[in-house]
């Protein structure tokens, strides 16, 4: 795995056709290992508030942003709108 072969496109074809099995093989085995397999969550609203947050948080924002900042500054809104 993480071999990549490169063909000139003067080779066989069957060499392309091998080459192109591979890398779906391997495309999907990458996907199969990023798959979760348990329950699903629950979606309480402290969750659901945190993403309405970050997508404000996002949608305002310009340039590069750190993701841990996002993050946490979404959780202090959620948290502050659930203090009631």
Known sequence: MGKTTLIKPSENSSDVIKVNAMLEEEAKQF??????NGPPKPMTSRIYLIGMAMNALLSRSTGLVRR???KREAEDWADFMLED
């Not at 996907?31 to 979760?36: D, L, Q, R, S, W």
Request: positive net charge; glycine residues 0%; charged residues 55%.
């Open 31 to 36: 996907t199969a290992k990023k798959k979760y």
């Open 68 to 70: 841990e900042e996002i």
